[in-house]
């Protein structure tokens, strides 16, 4: 299956009001700035606070962003959970909505097997006509896939890549040699983009770029090492809490959203860290 996701996938925050409802003025103006830089924007994943998010709510956020992106701009939308036909039920109203792509993360909690996996995902894949992106996150689901099951879901007609959330960059090279060179890896850490695309990643799904995102494009396109570095420590503080704490205080703080709300068990900043984070913010102009 052909697509092109482009190099930056932004993973959008999911803006909630002061009553932790979906604020949908403030999710207009967010994907409105995400689209002067964003290749495609990525709703309901882990910066969007998918495990919180009611069925209801996001097939009415789906609707509201497909209303309110540029057609130049890939939607994405998360679809993954640790019960093979709770997802699959879920796959079906996506899909009748309309999208471009779907993530989905490997099943957290009940650790399947390998063998598991590729059920599960083979499964997805089967119930689709979406092109697929794996997401592999070890250290929130408790599983790691390993490049010999992501050789056998590549081969997969519309599994078109991975978002790879590890830190063993011997995982990205493995990959690259087992799968086919159009298969597409994505980083899903902004400080490991830059080392992942020396080893043949072609991008990042994105955090920063929520807040930073010409800038993390430029890094990217240009394969800028000065950029990284400049960028690094931002990455750095954006992870010094649970994603997406650290974020949603930033564009907030920038007046992109008109709240920094996460729905618990997540909760905000305390004092030490959201001083930290505002100074380095010092750092990056708003653009």
């Not at 932004?10 to 803006?15: L, S």
């Amino acid at each position: 299956m052909s697509i092109d996701f482009g190099k930056l996938i932004t993973a959008m925050v999911t803006p909630f009001d002061l009553d932790g409802d979906i604020d949908t003025f403030s999710v207009e103006r967010l994907v409105k700035h995400l689209c002067e830089t964003s290749d495609s924007i990525l709703i309901n994943g882990t910066t969007g606070e998918s495990p919180v998010l009611e069925k209801g709510e996001l097939l009415d956020l789906i609707h509201r962003v497909k209303y309110d992106i540029e057609p130049c701009v890939n939607l994405i939308v998360g679809v993954g959970g640790n019960s093979t036909k709770y997802v699959l039920d879920l796959l079906k109203k996506v899909d009748d909505i309309g999208v471009d792509g779907i993530l989905s993360v490997v099943p957290y909690y009940n650790k399947p097997s390998q063998e598991g996996l590729i059920y599960h995902f083979r499964s997805i894949a089967d119930n689709t006509n979406s092109p697929v992106i794996l997401y592999n996150i070890p250290s929130r689901t408790g599983v790691n896939m390993l490049p010999e099951t992501v050789q056998t879901l590549a081969k997969v007609p519309n599994i078109v890549g991975i978002k790879q959330s590890y830190s063993d960059l011997n995982f990205v090279s493995e990959m690259r040699l087992l799968c086919p060179e159009d298969f597409v890896i994505y980083s899903g850490d902004d400080s490991l983009t830059l080392p992942m695309m020396a080893l043949g990643a072609k991008g990042a799904i994105s955090v920063a770029s929520n807040l930073v995102g010409g800038r993390v494009k430029k890094m990217i396109e240009e394969r800028s090492l000065k950029m990284h570095l400049e960028l690094f420590p931002l990455f750095q503080e954006l992870f010094k809490a649970p994603n997406p704490v650290p974020i949603k205080h930033a564009l907030f703080r920038r007046g992109i959203i008109d709240c920094s709300r996460v729905r618990m068990p997540l909760t905000q900043l305390n004092p030490a860290q959201k001083k930290s984070l505002e100074d380095e913010l010092k750092f990056h102009p708003k653009e």
